[in-house]
C-alpha cells in the first residue's frame, strides 16, 4: 500500500472512531445520583439513590416509579433495561390481583 494511501486510510478510520464515540456519549446512561434524607423517627441518615430516564430534565411528561430495595447494587443494570424497553415502545402490562 502507498504511504498516501496509509495516511488516508487512518485519517478515515480516525474520523469515524471520533464520530462513533461522540455517539456513544449521547447513548450512555445516567449516572445515578445520590441523596441523603435525614428519617426523625430513626434519627439517622438514609440513601436514595436517584436514576432519572433520557429526556426527564426536558420535562416530557410524568414517568412511573421503579422503587429497588437493593440500593445502588443493580441500579445501572435495571435502569438500562428500562431504558431498551422505553426505546423500543414497549407497555408494561400490569394486574390487579385480589
Not at 426536558?58 to 426505546?87: C, M, Q, R, W
Amino acid at each position: 500500500m502507498k504511504p498516501a494511501s496509509c495516511r488516508l486510510l487512518l485519517l478515515v478510520f480516525t474520523v469515524n472512531l471520533l464520530l462513533i464515540g461522540g455517539a456513544a456519549q449521547d447513548l450512555a446512561p445516567s449516572a445515578p445520583q445520590k441523596l441523603t434524607l435525614h428519617s426523625n423517627v430513626l434519627n439517622e441518615d438514609r440513601v436514595i439513590w436517584v436514576r432519572t430516564p433520557h429526556g426527564y430534565d426536558e420535562g416530557k411528561g410524568a414517568y412511573p416509579v421503579l422503587y429497588l430495595t437493593d440500593g445502588p447494587a443493580h441500579i445501572n443494570e435495571v435502569g438500562s433495561i428500562i431504558d431498551f424497553l422505553a426505546d423500543h415502545d414497549f407497555q408494561l402490562r400490569t394486574s390487579k390481583l385480589g
